[in-house]
Nanobody, 125 residues
Framework: QVQLVESGGGLVQAGGSLRLSCAAS????????MGWFRQAPGKEREFVAA????????YYADSVKGRFTISRDNAKNTVYLQMNSLKPEDTAVYYC??????????????????WGQGTQVTVSS
């Protein structure tokens, strides 16, 4: 089992940057595929980015491709989401998630077993 805690959210102007962190407990973090999702008010939680347990094959939602970068440091039990060129439509609560049963990190929320509590990102215009 793994526990996840996100941090790094906040208020930023459009065009700015933020780096989110997700710290995981436990000794087996390196065996988990990790994902970032977000949920805006009144909308469903949506996929943002994912990275495999070894750090390879990161991929992104089309809406953030070229602006966001997912990475991980298994020695620190942490996954990151670097967000650049932020837009007002990026405003949401951002969640990290973990799973370790699939060869490729899933894009859907149902594919993940563990979730953090979320961190708010607000982008002003």
């Amino acid at each position: 089992q793994v526990q996840l805690v996100e941090s790094g959210g906040g208020l930023v102007q459009a065009g700015g940057s933020l780096r989110l962190s997700c710290a995981a407990s436990g000794r087996t973090f390196s065996s988990y595929n990790m994902g970032w999702f977000r949920q805006a008010p009144g909308k469903e939680r949506e996929f943002v980015a994912a990275i495999s347990w070894g750090g390879g094959n990161p991929y992104y939602a089309d809406s953030v491709k070229g602006r966001f970068t997912i990475s991980r440091d298994n020695a620190k039990n942490t996954v990151y989401l670097q967000m650049n060129s932020l837009k007002p439509e990026d405003t949401a609560v951002y969640y990290c998630a973990a799973e370790r049963t699939r060869s490729i990190p899933p894009r859907n929320t149902a594919g993940y077993d563990y979730w953090g509590q979320g961190t708010q990102v607000t982008v002003s215009s």
